[in-house]
């Protein structure tokens, strides 16, 4: 009989032990880091978007 509480398994056994280390997770963390660019992309338009009406309400004062 095996016993359940055996950790005699080599680390090959169970895997690499990373998470998202099986397709479905690597899935999931694709999907992660696309979701993650968009929101940084959307971030750098908007302070950009910032800077620029900064830069034109700074020129309107300075008339």
């Known amino acids: 009989m095996s016993d ?3 950790t005699t398994h080599s680390p090959a056994d169970r895997g690499s ?3 998202g280390s099986n397709p ?3 899935s999931k ?3 992660r880091e696309e979701r993650l660019a968009e929101a ?3 971030n750098l ?9 900064r830069k034109t ?3 309107d004062g300075a008339d």
Request: no cysteine.
């Open 4 to 6: 359940p509480d055996d």
């Open 17 to 19: 032990g990373k998470p």
């Open 24 to 26: 479905a997770g690597q």
């Open 29 to 31: 963390r694709a999907a």
């Open 40 to 42: 940084l992309r959307a």
């Open 45 to 53: 338009k908007r302070r950009k978007q910032q800077q620029r009406g």
């Open 57 to 59: 309400d700074a020129q």
